[in-house]
């Protein structure tokens, strides 16, 4: 059930929107356990086929790469990375939001106008 609501939150998220030119997500390379990877593995076949099926561009961020570029440290912790966030005029609610506001900010850096 979790794979059908990504894709229909995916759905949704281009619905509200002028239409989404590409989405980059975290990549992760290392798991906790199987079912970690398991499921990391169901969102990432559901997100690439849902790209692939609207033709919009998707990549993958390694996490190291994400770190690095927002905090100067590929390994920065948690809260290094919400303390990044707060000294950016952000106010995350946890780590997952810090990160995601990295992962936009790396994107823009890349001259990419979607992002």
């Given amino acids: 059930?979790?794979?059908?609501?990504?894709?229909?939150?995916?759905?949704?998220?281009?619905?509200?929107?002028?239409?989404?030119?590409?989405?980059?997500?975290?990549?992760?390379?290392?798991?906790?356990?199987v079912d970690a990877a398991h499921a990391y593995g169901g969102f990432m076949a559901h997100l690439t086929a849902w790209c692939e099926h609207h033709e919009i561009?998707?990549?993958?961020?390694?996490?190291?790469t994400i770190k690095l570029s927002w905090t100067g440290r590929?390994?920065?912790?948690?809260?290094?990375?919400?303390?990044?966030?707060?000294?950016?005029?952000f106010n995350p609610q946890d780590d997952n939001e810090a990160d995601a506001l990295a992962l936009l900010d790396w994107a823009m850096s890349q001259g990419s106008e979607s992002a």
């Fill in 1 to 33: 059930m979790r794979f059908l609501k990504f894709k229909r939150f995916l759905s949704d998220t281009k619905a509200c929107t002028d239409g989404l030119d590409a989405v980059y997500f975290e990549e992760v390379r290392r798991h906790a356990g």
């Fill in 57 to 64: 561009p998707y990549q993958g961020v390694p996490v190291g």
């Fill in 74 to 89: 590929g390994n920065a912790n948690k809260k290094a990375m919400i303390e990044e966030a707060r000294s950016r005029q």
